[in-house]
Nanobody, 118 residues
């Protein structure tokens, strides 16, 4: 069973930074469209950032544009989400998502908690 593994969440003060990562040792990363979602308590899961499957162009939710950056390391089979200037409203569980560009099969990680609080 394919499983994505996230790490790198934590507690940070407003204005701080975190860089969660997402890895699956079995992936050939350039065959997957990768993205990050988040879900805050009482809210629906929402798309935060992504890398498209063929062009590898990045895209972002408006509220994180200019503060977050998604990137990949093919050799390490890892995708990162650099989060800067964090705000209280960024508090959520962050999930990694992968879509196989060949089959459209989708995979999720278990989530990593990000808490922004003073």
């Amino acid at each position: 069973q394919v499983q994505l593994v996230e790490s790198g969440g934590g507690l940070v003060q407003p204005g701080g930074s975190l860089r969660p990562s997402c890895v699956h040792p079995g992936f050939t990363l350039n065959l997957y469209a990768m993205s990050w979602y988040r879900q805050a308590p009482g809210k629906e899961r929402e798309l935060v950032a992504g890398l498209s499957g063929y062009t590898w162009s990045d895209y972002y939710q408006n509220s994180v544009q200019g503060r977050f950056a998604i990137s990949r390391d093919i050799a390490k089979k890892t995708v990162y989400l650099q989060m800067n200037d964090l705000r209280a409203e960024d508090t959520a569980v962050y999930y990694c998502h992968a879509e196989d560009t060949r089959s459209s099969a989708e995979y999720w990680g278990q989530g990593t908690q990000v808490t922004v609080s003073s």
